[in-house]
């Protein structure tokens, strides 16, 4: 999930700047505890995504502050092509790492935001300030209902539409 899952697909689609309400953010990230592989649960994706299935995102450290982000999934459907895109993610400043700026084609980079967070790392739910995307990712390809129902009530009070929410099909081989 960074110009997409979480960094995915984003292609020189943006979703940055400009003036939104406050958005909180977890209190602080370790990274070495967030990097290794994700699984996209359900999210409001971005265009790139259309088409979807098996989302994952993997993160692995290059240096101190800067991410290795590869978005993969498979096109059309679950026995589909795979698809992949790799980018670069870098910690905002005097964020705690939980802001990041994902690019994957130079000089465009767009925000993402780890707003919540499990203590154990087990799942994240990560977003823009301008609340146009989100993903809820998970360190296993399912996730319990009554926790997936919650996370969407927190963000759906947080200003993102949740009417626009897509869930992920983990079906493939």
């Not at 910690?91 to 994902?102: E, I, Q």
């Not at 919650?150 to 539409?161: I, K, M, T, Y």
Request: proline fraction near 8%; charge should be negative.
């Amino acid at each position: 999930m960074l110009c997409a899952i979480p960094i995915a697909f984003a292609g020189c689609h943006l979703f940055g700047g400009g003036d939104y309400p406050p958005l909180d953010v977890v209190p602080s990230v370790d990274l070495a505890r967030y990097l290794g592989k994700w699984y996209e649960i359900a999210s409001v994706p971005v265009p790139q995504q259309k088409g979807c299935y098996c989302t994952t995102a993997e993160y692995s450290l290059i240096d101190e502050g800067t991410i290795r982000v590869v978005n993969s999934c498979r096109k059309g459907g679950p026995e589909g092509e795979v698809s992949s895109a790799e980018g670069k993610a870098f910690v905002v400043p005097n964020s705690n790492n939980a802001k990041l700026r994902v690019q994957f084609f130079w000089p465009f980079r767009g925000d993402y935001w780890i707003l919540r967070l499990d203590p154990d790392y087990r799942y994240a739910v990560v977003g823009t300030p301008s609340r146009e995307y989100f993903w809820i990712l998970s360190r296993e390809p399912r996730m319990e209902e009554s926790l997936v129902g919650e996370l969407l009530a927190q963000v759906g009070r947080e200003g993102f539409d949740t009417t626009k929410v897509q869930r992920t099909t983990h079906s493939c081989p």
